[in-house]
């Protein structure tokens, strides 16, 4: 289940790149962005074994998440196309790094859980990333009363989602 939403956070990802309403574009690149991040680290997350780097690639896929939503806050600006989509690969490389970097030194990863509970180390991105999830959230709830924009709604809806999953 968690390989197929990390999939499904990843085509969501190349279906917004590919944007073409100049007006929302911009927006939907970053949260593209997230949503890459996002996906790549539930890939990761999906294969670990239960423990330190399941924890971790969780809570990394939640924060990369988060931040791709937060990007989308930014005002809109006259950004050349492949800026906004730079956006995008320097995310997915920053997870792809992240993850392929404690599946080679998993002697790296910190300690997530202790005596059965959440290390302060593991709470913290969570906190983080449902902090960005619900500010977003409510950020774009704004937009959408602004804007009537469907997608406005559906992204606000998501947002919410994820910051309360946190």
């Not at 996002?38 to 931040?67: C, D, K, T, W």
């Amino acid at each position: 289940i968690e390989a197929v939403g990390g999939l499904i956070a990843i085509a969501t990802s190349t279906v917004l790149l590919h944007a073409r309403n100049e007006v929302t574009a911009g927006r939907y690149r970053m949260l593209a962005a997230g949503f890459l991040g996002m996906g790549i680290l539930e890939e990761f997350h999906a294969v670990a074994q239960p423990g330190n780097g399941f924890v971790l690639f969780r809570n990394l896929a939640s924060l990369f998440g988060g931040i791709g939503f937060a990007m989308a806050w930014r005002p809109p600006g006259r950004t050349d196309l492949s800026d906004e989509r730079r956006h995008a690969w320097m995310m997915a490389s920053g997870a792809l790094l992240v993850g392929s970097w404690f599946v080679l030194f998993p002697n790296h990863i910190p300690e997530m859980v202790r005596n059965g509970e959440f290390t302060p180390l593991a709470v913290a991105p969570q906190t983080v990333a449902c902090i960005l999830f619900l500010v977003s959230g409510a950020r774009l709830l704004l937009e959408y009363r602004r804007s009537c924009r469907a997608e406005d709604a559906l992204f606000a809806s998501l947002a919410l989602i994820y910051g309360l999953a946190e």
